[in-house]
């Protein structure tokens, strides 16, 4: 167990939002949010799984919804203690600690928030080793636990909790009342032993997340080429530097959809990168060509600091490297691909190791 | 108290069509469930509101969606019981009876469904005298009294549950849950004690319903013109004769929307009625001027037999009476105008009591 406290927060959003693949919410809303509950109620007790007792019961805590809304609309707090609180009324059980369904750059911090709300700890791990846009895409389904009992709230007050028979109904129910609710909505869900975690989670994500943000921000400041040491620390590949132009966006049915276009800078110029997203990055296209998809991580950084630019922050202009990196093994599996693979997404190809071709 | 058996079930259905105003669900899908639920499990008790405890609790169970999907997508029973049983586990509290949230073919009917399967006793008495088309719309809202906690179930084994910060909310993401539960889901909701309800229901709902079936059985083999009769049973106006022309349908957010479009017959012979619904019909046109509106009850009668017909029931070539009754006084106070009256609907006219023009 260790302590976080005001100083690893900006390092774990940050580092987050590298992992969030252009999702997974605003790293500087959610270092905000979670800066201001350490202030209020104390620093968090973070630890791993192996330091909890197997029959300790985990619930996830997040944000839902399109990240272009939360950049003009602020979760206000309440609205998380409440989805969190009715689970725990509804199971009728004490729930020991809460942990990231998601790296990004919100949703690795809402349950540093609630932690140190609620004086709870928080658990080193996540669902997904990474960020993805809908509910059903976490490895706790691929081990066969449930998204429900699931709790949704919003700034107003408004709760809705769902029993489903899968974790597709819940995805399917939830996106339609977060669109109500204005798009944007948070949940408590994935109620999970440690036993169970142990096996489901991808373990250490927090702790991963802080060591690439503490590169970043000493990058930005000491390197000559910071998106190379950023690279480096991920374990990524160098897959693309460019100039953002069109970036065609569209809010659909509760996703920030879309699609943007990259001209090649320095050895890649006169190529053409298509990067097409919702919510998180999804593939990337050079000259027509997929070149990286879904379940690997692809990551836009900004080339004169090395830090993340998320789908909403991507704008005409910005010069960027893409780099890409292997998503955990977890997903690589039948069962994984199946639930997150680029044919899921609608993409009619192969999923490739990013390391086969960039490697 | 009396025992509700298989002889009342199918007055009761047929005459709550009538209140039903074109809504409420198909009277006949809902005497088949509510007759072999009575079959297997023994007649159902119905109390007046005066017969029982004060504090005992009483949550109304009903169907939601659109009415046109029910004709091919028949509950299954599990559903409402699963609805149900969810408000009672969570609110830990015992529940004494159920009721009618409105009168319906089908919603006057899934009340005795449940106290049948679960040996529940019925309350006779409802939420609105009549159906309408959003869950807020119910003289509970007039008495403050919640929606919530209120949950839906579907045929699948999915149940969503909520609590909202006014019935309002409630309508709105229980109606986006309803469309992706395939436009139809099974509610229970409105938990209130008996002290509540006796200022908030309006009651007798269930005799009435079932008085007014045994005059139109008597009617269709006994009278020479049973929509007379009926109309006299329940104390009703005559406004228009016609043959049914065009009607317009469309299923629009959960909801079956449409016109109907009507030529006189007999001494309305030359005029045109337009019926506008939304589920239920909501106001009637002659010649292009307003008539009837809600919250007075429009009512098609089977020239013939006298029977109701619903909204989804109506068909080119029909020929058929239009009958209107007064509403209960409580939608015509500012409060129910407000949430039932013609301008919530979009008509942009006042509300003038259907006696003021045919009494």
């Known amino acids: 167990m260790r302590l976080l406290d005001e100083s690893n927060i900006e390092d774990i959003a940050l580092g987050a939002a590298v992992l969030g693949t252009g999702g997974g919410g605003d790293p500087y809303i959610g270092m905000l949010m979670a800066r201001q ?59 020991r600690a809460t942990m990231s369904i998601e790296a990004g750059g919100l949703n690795s911090v809402v349950p540093i928030y609630v932690a140190a709300r609620l004086r709870l ?19 706790h389904t691929i081990h066969g636990i449930s998204a429900t009992p699931f709790s949704m709230s ?20 939830a996106r339609s009342v977060t669109v109500n609710m204005g798009a944007m909505a948070m949940i408590a869900c994935y109620a999970a032993t440690v036993k169970q975690l142990k096996e489901a989670a ?22 000559e080429d910071p998106v190379n040491t950023v690279r480096e ?27 943007a276009y990259l001209e090649g800078l320095d050895e890649y110029a006169g190529k053409q990168l298509q990067l097409s997203f919702q919510n998180e990055h999804l593939a990337v296209r050079i000259d027509g060509e997929f070149k990286v998809t879904v379940p690997d991580l692809i990551v836009l950084l900004d080339i004169d600091t090395g830090e993340p630019i998320t789908t909403e922050g991507m704008r005409y202009g910005y010069r960027v490297a893409v780099i890409s990196m292997p998503c955990t093994e977890k997903w690589r599996t039948p069962e994984g691909l199946a639930l997150v693979g680029p044919r899921y997404f609608g993409y009619d190809v192969d999923y490739v190791p990013v390391e086969q071709r960039y490697g």
């Open 37 to 95: 509950a350490i202030r209020d109620y104390g620093p968090v007790e973070l630890f791993d799984l192996d330091e909890l007792e197997e029959s300790d019961l985990v619930v996830p805590t997040a944000m839902m919804g399109a990240p272009t809304v939360m950049v003009e609309k602020m979760p206000n707090g309440d609205d998380i203690v409440n989805a969190f609180e009715s689970i725990g009324k509804y199971l009728g059980k004490p729930i």
């Open 121 to 139: 700890p928080m658990v080193d791990c996540d669902g997904m080793g990474r960020a993805f846009p809908e509910l059903q895409m976490v490895t």
């Open 154 to 173: 919003d700034e107003r007050g408004n709760t809705v909790l769902m029993e489903t028979v899968n974790n597709n109904w819940t995805e399917t129910f």
């Open 202 to 223: 991808v373990h250490g994500t927090m702790s991963k997340a802080e060591t690439i943000g503490q590169t970043i921000r000493r990058a930005r400041v000491q390197e």
């Open 233 to 259: 620390a991920v374990g990524g590949y160098m897959v693309f530097k460019g100039k953002i132009g069109d970036v065609e966006r569209r809010t659909e049915g509760g996703f920030a959809k879309g699609d």
